[in-house]
Nanobody, 114 residues
């Protein structure tokens, strides 16, 4: 299984970005897709997850500002990030969990700065 993330960049505070991730390889129907992030000097943390059925889970710090979605046919998922803050600056990693195994994308940098 390989994951390819895209969509990072530089944005001003209050702005929006959309991250995307595409999975290739053997993808089973029951899986959890998600996003994590790692800010400089900090541990990697969960941002959001979404199940095949559409159940979502968000970190408290992004709830109400970020929206995770997925396309079960294309095996892609996205993270819409609105009202971005400087504290959202981090490398964002997409991940896929299936059959007890976790897979990670290469990471995409999001910088929120004026």
């Amino acid at each position: 299984v390989q994951l390819q993330a895209s969509g990072g960049g530089l944005v001003q505070p209050g702005g929006s970005l959309r991250l995307s991730c595409a999975a290739s390889g053997i993808i089973f129907s029951s899986n959890v897709m998600g996003w994590h992030r790692q800010a400089p000097g900090k541990q990697r943390e969960l941002v959001a997850t979404i199940t095949k059925g559409g159940s979502t889970n968000y970190a408290g710090s992004v709830k109400g500002r970020f929206t995770i979605s997925r396309d079960n046919i294309k095996n892609t998922w996205a993270l819409q990030m609105d009202s971005l803050k400087p504290d959202d600056t981090a490398v964002y990693y997409c991940n896929l969990n299936q059959l007890g195994l976790g897979y990670w994308g290469q990471g995409t940098l999001v910088t929120v700065s004026s």
